[in-house]
T-cell receptor
């Protein structure tokens, strides 16, 4: 079945540090890939997505590139801020199946 | 900006009691999803509706859980009887024909 493996957390960084959160996937078929973010006390929000190989999704300074050869979709940001503190989920859907399959989430804390 | 509404936000119930959650999707969204998020894990799909019809309920524990979307708009998820292991966040999401899913704030259930 489909699955997403995410970097174990929690992750603690200083403000302005470089961020990478690793995500790899296993899927039957050709998946679309997503990063969702969950701020404290709120629901999940779509951060970025990519629907085909070599596509780069980007939003709010975050980027992730769909790498079919390594089945990966790592999340990166060049300079994190305190407001980026949240839980980040990598997820996928496959063609003909709209349900999202999520990773376990990575809690990110940014220290001023 | 239109949002997915859920109520209640928090619910504490004793085991063996009945509990119900309500979700109002974004107007015009035909697809509605209920996910369960156990603490420290990613959300998992319980049931998916297309209008008033169930598309996928393969992960719904049907001996105690039920879901309905009678008029193809809002939806109710019920648990009867609740068990300790049902303590989790219950998330509702909606989408316009399988496109991006928009999540509500969730209902946090604690079973004592």
């Amino acid at each position: 079945g489909d699955s997403v493996t995410q970097m174990e957390g929690p992750v603690t960084l200083s403000e302005e540090a470089f961020l990478t959160i690793n995500c790899t996937y296993t899927a039957t078929g050709y998946p679309s890939l997503f990063w969702y973010v969950q701020y404290p006390g709120e629901g999940l929000q779509l951060l970025l997505k990519a629907t085909k190989a070599d596509d780069k999704g980007s939003n709010k300074g975050f980027e992730a590139t769909y790498r079919k050869e390594t089945t990966s979709f790592h999340l990166e940001k060049g300079s994190v801020q305190v407001s980026d503190s949240a839980v980040y989920f990598c997820a996928l859907t496959t063609f003909g199946n709209e349900k999202l399959t999520f990773g376990t989430g990575t809690r990110l804390t940014i220290i001023p | 900006e239109a949002e997915v509404a859920q109520s209640p936000r928090y619910k504490i119930t004793e085991k063996s009691q009945a509990v119900a959650f309500w979700c109002d999707p974004i107007s015009g969204h035909a697809t509605l999803y209920w996910y369960r998020q156990i603490l420290g894990q990613g959300p998992e799909l319980l049931v998916q509706f297309q209008d008033e019809s169930v598309v996928d309920d393969s992960q719904l524990p049907k001996d105690r859980f039920s879901a309905e979307r009678l008029k193809g708009v809002d939806s109710t998820l019920k648990i009867q009887p609740a068990e300790l292991g049902d303590s989790a966040m219950y998330l509702c999401a909606s989408s316009l024909s399988g496109d991006e899913q928009y999540f509500g704030p969730g209902t946090r259930l604690t079973v004592t």
